[in-house]
C-alpha cells in the first residue's frame, strides 16, 4: 500500500496555529483532513462535491462575515 501524499494550500502561511485543511487524492475521492490533528480522521467526498466547494469558497458563498 502507498502511502496518502497529503498537501495543504500554499496560502496557508505554514505558522505555528494556523488553521488550515489537508488535502489527499484516495480511490475515485478527494480526503480532507484538519493538519493540526493528522491522526484525527479524516473526511472524504467525491471530486464533483470537492470542485464544488471550491467553487463555493473562491466565490464567498461561506464567509462568515
Do not use: N, Q
Request: with cysteine; net charge neutral.
Amino acid at each position: 500500500m502507498t502511502a496518502l501524499r497529503w498537501r495543504k494550500s500554499s496560502y496557508s502561511g505554514g505558522t505555528s496555529g494556523s488553521d488550515c485543511v489537508e488535502v489527499a487524492a484516495l480511490d475515485g475521492v478527494v480526503g480532507m483532513r484538519d493538519s493540526k490533528d493528522p491522526d484525527g480522521g479524516h473526511v472524504a467526498v467525491d471530486r464533483a462535491s470537492f470542485a464544488a466547494l471550491l467553487s463555493r469558497i473562491r466565490s464567498g458563498a461561506l464567509d462568515l462575515a
